[in-house]
Structure formats: C-alpha cells, structure tokens
Nanobody
C-alpha cells in the first residue's frame, strides 16, 4: 500500500491551497482518510479526516477555513485550505485507516502515511 500526496507549497497569508492524497495497492476497504500536520518543535496533530460513510472531523484550529472531501476517484481525499495563516505552516501528512491484504492475510491498520508535503504561509 502506498499513499501519494500532492499539493502544498508557499502562499501568502489569506491565500488558499489544495492538498490531494491517493491510496493505492492491495486495498480492500478504506475506513478513514485524512491529513495531519507537524510544525517544528510541535507534536503531530489532526487537521481533518473523512470516513467511508462521509463523517468528517476537523482540528479545533480549522474553524471553518478548511474542507475535506472525497473526489470521485477511489481511495482518495482532497483538503481545501482557505484563509491560511502563518501558524498553519507545517509539514502535512496524509493518513489512512484501511484494510489491505498481503501474503494471503487480511489486516487493518491506521498507520499508513504519505511522504509529507510542506505548507508555508508567509505573513
């Protein structure tokens, strides 16, 4: 299983960015996909997640600025970030909780992570 993330970059405060993530491989079912972020010297924190039935969760700091959705592509998630602030600067990681198979065994894991993408918001 692989999670391929794209998007991110440098934007001025108040600007917008879109992050995309797609999971591929021997996937039977995606339970939940989302984004976490980690700023220097801070712990990794939830940004947003969406479950297979569409239930969403957001970090308290989002406050209506971000929106997570599932595009029509299977096993993918999109995060639209608006009204970005300098404090949103961090490395953003895609995460998946999914059921996969390998070596004739089926397993579920919440620890599938993408490679991380840098988001920098300048003041």
């Amino acid at each position: 299983v692989q999670l391929q993330a794209s998007g991110g970059g440098l934007v001025h405060a108040g600007g917008s960015l879109r992050l995309s993530c797609a999971a591929s491989g021997n996937i039977l079912n995606v339970v939940e996909m989302g984004w976490y972020r980690q700023a220097p010297g801070k712990e990794r924190e939830l940004v947003a997640s969406i479950s297979s039935d569409g239930a969403v969760k957001y970090g308290d700091f989002v406050r209506g600025r971000f929106s997570i959705s599932k595009p029509d592509v299977t096993h993918a998630v999109v995060l639209d970030m608006n009204a970005l602030r300098p404090e949103d600067t961090a490395v953003y990681f895609c995460n998946a909780d999914l059921v996969s198979w390998a070596d004739h065994e089926i397993s579920r894991s919440k620890d599938w992570w993408g490679q991380g993408t840098q988001v920098t918001v300048s003041s």
